[in-house]
């Protein structure tokens, strides 16, 4: 079955025959519509203030996993999907690997505090933690972030379901070489 909607060329010819009026036009309406067309220009416009975009998307996991009044829904899907728009309306590596490292931070504090979770739960912050370190490795961040994935290491000692191991391992493989 043929994918229905518009495509990449047909936005093109439209945005060929739009003036300069109209394109700077329909941006602001974007701009003033979207959040997260807001968060990516933000990003272009100020990268040295990439703090008020972080914190937007860091408030979004936080209030999953650890809200500021009774217990979170901890819904990975809302927590992965702040992820996945920081990544989206970013280009800054550094930040990024920040936000993946605080889901699986807060992650972590969530269960030390209320508990034993499922394992697509600890699969979730596994992978999440893979793919940080991944990401930190590639980009030659390991100064920055080294200590800090030691830290959720050690703050796992006392979780279940293997995910310990396997943030060791990942740990391991990556930083003690």
């Known amino acids: 079955m043929a994918k229905k909607g518009l495509s990449i060329g047909a936005l093109k010819r439209y945005l060929k025959v739009r003036s300069r009026e109209e394109l700077v036009h329909d941006i602001v309406d974007l701009f003033t519509r979207l959040d997260v067309v807001r968060d990516y220009y933000h990003t272009r416009l100020t990268p040295e203030d990439d703090a ?45 690997a920040d936000l993946m490292l605080y889901y699986v931070e807060v992650g972590i504090e969530c269960t030390n505090t209320y508990g034993d979770m499922n394992e697509r739960f600890y699969e979730s912050l596994g992978n999440m933690y893979k793919w940080a370190v991944k990401l930190i490795v590639e980009n030659e961040l390991e100064e920055l972030y080294e200590r800090r994935c030691r830290r959720m290491v050690d703050a796992t000692s006392e979780i279940g379901w293997g995910f310990h191991d396997w943030l060791r391992e990942i740990y391991e493989e990556n930083f003690e070489r």
Do not use: H, Q, W
């Open 52 to 96: 008020v975009v972080i914190d937007k998307y860091k408030a979004i996991i936080k209030n999953e996993f650890l809200p500021a009044r009774g217990l979170g829904e901890m819904r990975l899907s809302v927590a992965r999907k702040a992820v996945a728009e920081y990544r989206r309306v970013s280009r800054s590596k550094t930040s990024l």
